[in-house]
């Protein structure tokens, strides 16, 4: 896909900047849906045990499509190639706001989401009401501090998401 000159052709540069912006849109987008409406109305209209159920069913499965997201995003910005001198300090940056968020979905992935799982499990098994936000055994502790170090993960990567998305798409693929 390289010339001679080791560019890559125009056309080959603007459909890898056309899935970066579509896969960080979906990303972003999505994680917003999910932690904004959905599982606020989860916890509304469902029973607390059951909207827990739920979150984390579908963290699990949103945990996997964000970390898709990552990898064809980081292959898309490094397929881009080397940009022209005057966007080459805003494409790292944003491909290093790409990476960021691509580590916080694996840390979701492989750590945060299996740990909480976990601790609802063993909650679960010890008889713990998960509505009854007065008895706090030992691993009902362990998973608020869980769930806090996700919601700061989660924040982050949305903020890195959207500077990424606002410093890709500011640029043209030349």
């Not at 896969?23 to 607390?48: C, E, I, N, Y």
């Not at 007065?134 to 949305?158: C, F, N």
Request: include cysteine.
């Amino acid at each position: 896909m390289a010339s001679m000159s080791g560019v890559r052709p125009p056309s080959f540069r603007l459909l890898c900047a056309a899935a970066l912006i579509l896969v960080l849109a979906l990303w972003v987008g999505g994680s917003a849906v999910t932690d904004f409406l959905v599982l606020p109305q989860a916890f509304a209209r469902m029973a607390r045990a059951d909207a827990v159920e739920f979150g984390n069913m579908l963290f699990r499965r949103w945990n996997l499509v964000e970390t898709l997201c990552g990898a064809v995003g980081v292959l898309a910005a490094f397929a881009m190639g080397r940009p022209a001198w005057g966007t080459a300090r805003r494409h790292l940056a944003a491909t290093s706001l790409l990476g960021g968020m691509l580590f916080v979905s694996l840390l979701f992935l492989l750590y945060l989401t299996p740990s909480i799982t976990e601790r609802v499990a063993e909650l679960k098994r010890a008889g713990v009401d998960l509505s009854d936000l007065t008895r706090m055994p030992p691993a009902r502790v362990s998973l608020r501090r869980l769930h806090a170090v996700s919601l700061i993960a989660e924040a982050a990567k949305l903020l890195f998401g959207v500077l990424a998305l606002l410093l890709f798409a500011g640029r043209r693929p030349r």
